[in-house]
């Protein structure tokens, strides 16, 4: 079974001190598996806020990357992961999303066939003819659009 997932985060480095701030998983249906707002334990820069809209007021009282964790495990294990960009999500994560059967990169398929050598999801999405039923750059929504994207390269390329 396959499994779509974003991350939103504080920044661009875990080695830096980055860390998560909102997970959203979804199915090859699309269905709802995980969509929680993480408490990074370290306060949002104004640079993430701007580009997700995750303050820290929101993530104050939710749980931790740890508390989280096992239930993260439990929806990925044996599974195929697609991320949109997964050489940027799965460092944040404790093993780097081992427990998957594999991590697949929709970004690096769609830019290979796109022809470009990198595009953002929300242009893919649009590309692929993505309707969002959330807003950009929070994780379920982008989960959602990483889904169609892949489903769109499945039958087509």
Same mark, same amino acid.
């Given at each position: 079974?396959? #499994?779509?997932l974003d991350t939103?985060? *504080?920044?661009?480095?875990? *080695?830096?001190? &980055?860390?998560? !701030? =909102? ?12 969509? +929680?707002?993480?408490? $990074? ?9 701007? /580009? %997700? ?8 009282? +939710? ?8 239930? !993260? ?7 195929? /992961?697609?991320?949109?960009?997964? *050489?940027?999500?799965? $460092?944040?994560? $404790?093993?780097?999303?081992? =427990?998957?059967?594999? !991590? @697949? ?5 769609? @830019?290979? !066939? %796109? ?6 999801? &929300?242009?893919?999405?649009? %590309? #692929?003819?993505? +309707?969002? *039923?959330? #807003? ?11 889904? @169609? /994207? ?8």
């Amino acid at each position: 079974m396959t #499994v779509f997932l974003d991350t939103e985060t *504080t920044g661009f480095s875990p *080695t830096n001190g &980055d860390r998560i !701030v =909102e997970i959203g998983i979804v199915d090859a249906t699309g269905q709802t598996l995980m969509d +929680q707002l993480i408490n $990074p334990q370290r306060q949002i820069p104004w640079q993430a806020r701007n /580009v %997700h809209g995750i303050c820290d007021d929101m993530v104050r009282n +939710q749980p931790t990357l740890e508390k989280v964790m096992p239930r !993260v495990v439990e929806i990925i294990r044996g599974r195929q /992961v697609i991320i949109y960009n997964s *050489t940027f999500d799965a $460092p944040f994560f $404790p093993g780097a999303l081992r =427990e998957a059967a594999a !991590v @697949s990169c929709a970004m690096r398929r769609f @830019s290979q !066939v %796109h022809g470009a050598r990198w595009s953002k999801l &929300d242009v893919a999405a649009r %590309h #692929v003819g993505h +309707q969002w *039923t959330g #807003v950009a750059h929070r994780a379920l929504a982008d989960a959602l659009a990483c889904r @169609s /994207v892949w489903l769109w390269l499945e039958r087509y390329n």
